[in-house]
């Protein structure tokens, strides 16, 4: 990449295609992680079972790279955990001479602008892509640098921005206060036993997330009666389906149990639907918690934790002084929103997710793309192997931008 550095942010599933890729063109890049590991969102789900196989969660880039530094890229119809997924692929390829020079961890990109310009300036102007990106990174001591980029690659993924619990997505009164009792990924049961048997509990979410805390809490509540769930649903009658053909069968056995466990199988849970959280307020050693329906009546229960699982969104403001074209209504890229609101309301199952083309990431911001899971904003059927198709077509445009410069440049 001749007129500058190719910045990646991110150093997740995508990320780390998108590094492959660069290198496989020899191109100048900087992969930038926040963590202080590769993949580093994925210790928080560690100890979680992916519900797709390892012939579906590695690329045939990925393979080749692992083949190239002497390693077998693991394969079959087995669902790894996201440890295993990590330790197996991501973190060899992260320590692979094609990256390793260039991956800086524990370097968070707080901010992406175009030196010299503001958002509102050369509106669709050749002028912003002549202007190199400035990007504002913090180190792990609390550092502040400007690096510069010709090109950028937003990979950073959905995981970091957890959603609130109030009813319409904002914080409800108190939350921020609650917030050392409230607990906003899956909890590693096995190893936190200790820290939720004999507790009561409020989960709150309806997701695949929310189901696995389910059922992983009645099989701890199944060993000590002290163990209570109140669980906490939205929808009066969530759309729960379970296909016996479902192709990825462990989310089916997921969905069926999570079924029966808000049918009341479980004397441990107390499952409240239609409901959404009101307030938070101190209670002694508890958090008192009011939970209001549909029709306004409110009740209140006493926990001692509060399991948030509610879903995530992307850092948004990294980009505010870009000139980016965002969906009202999901938060991503406007034309793949489009695109996928178009091809069924967004929805569907995530294995008949493919790539929409390169048009639909195309921004008004020149070379700058949303790329992965933060690409299809508050849409929830991304799949891995729709963030790395859309990495060569990434790619393909640049190249394409690459090849009209160098035509227009003066002989």
């Given amino acids: 990449m001749s007129e ?39 210790r928080d789900w560690g100890h979680v079972r992916l519900f797709s196989p390892w012939s579906l969660d590695v690329s045939p880039r990925m393979r080749r790279a692992l083949a190239a530094a002497g390693r077998r890229a693991p394969d079959g119809e087995t669902c790894p955990t996201g440890a295993e997924l990590r330790a197996e692929v991501f973190v060899p390829l992260a320590a ?35 202007r190199p990106f400035r990007l504002l990174v913090r ?22 921005r957890p959603n609130r619990l109030g009813d319409g997505g904002i914080p409800a009164p108190g939350e921020e206060r609650a917030a050392g009792r409230i607990v906003r990924r899956i909890p590693d049961f096995g190893r936190e036993a200790g820290e939720w048997r004999g507790r009561r509990v409020l989960l709150v979410g309806a997701g695949h997330s929310a189901q696995t805390a389910a059922v992983e809490l009645a099989a701890l509540a199944s060993g000590d009666a002290t163990t209570r769930v109140v669980w906490a649903l939205r929808a009066a009658s969530p759309e729960w ?15 069926a ?5 808000a049918g009341g199988s479980s004397p441990a849970f107390d499952v409240r639907r239609g409901v959404v959280v009101d307030r938070f307020d101190e209670a002694g050693d508890g958090l008192a918690v009011t939970l209001r329906g549909a029709d306004g009546t409110a009740s ?11 879903g995530a969104v992307g850092d948004h403001a990294m980009y505010r002084q870009l000139q980016i074209h965002e ?24 294995l008949a997710q493919e790539s929409h083309g390169a048009e639909t990431l195309v921004n ?39 090849r009209a410069r160098a035509t227009a440049a003066p002989a």
């Avoid at 980029?149 to 970091?160: E, K, M, Q, R």
């Avoid at 296909?243 to 989310?251: F, G, N, S």
């Avoid at 149990?257 to 466990?261: D, M, S, Y």
């Avoid at 996928?340 to 929805?347: D, N, W």
Wanted: charge should be negative; hydrophobic fraction near 45%; include cysteine.
């Fill in 364 to 402: 008004p911001e020149p070379d700058f793309f949303i790329l992965g899971a933060k690409s299809y904003g508050r849409n929830s059927t991304f799949l891995m192997r729709v963030g790395w198709q859309q990495v060569d077509e990434a790619f393909a445009l640049l190249e394409a931008a690459q």
């Fill in 300 to 310: 209140t229960v006493t926990v001692d934790r509060v399991l948030g699982l509610t």
């Fill in 241 to 255: 389906h379970v296909d016996p053909a479902d192709p990825l069968p462990e989310r089916s056995r997921l969905t």
């Fill in 96 to 130: 692979s001479p094609a990256l390793a020079p260039r991956l800086r961890l524990a370097s968070e990109v707080l901010a992406v602008g175009r030196a010299g310009l503001l958002k509102h300036e050369a509106i669709g102007a050749p002028e912003r892509r002549g």
């Fill in 4 to 42: 500058g550095q190719l910045a990646i942010l991110g150093a997740g599933p995508t990320g780390i295609e998108a590094a492959l890729a660069a290198a496989e063109r020899g191109w100048p890049f900087t992969l930038y992680e926040a963590g202080d590991e590769v993949a580093s969102h994925m």
């Fill in 139 to 160: 180190d792990a001591a609390g550092r502040e640098s400007v690096a510069a980029a010709g090109a950028v690659l937003d990979c950073t993924g959905s995981y970091s």
């Fill in 257 to 261: 149990a999570a079924r029966e466990l």
């Fill in 327 to 350: 969906c009202y209504a999901t938060s991503g890229p406007m034309k793949l929103s489009a695109a996928l609101l178009a091809a069924g309301g967004g929805g569907g199952d995530c």
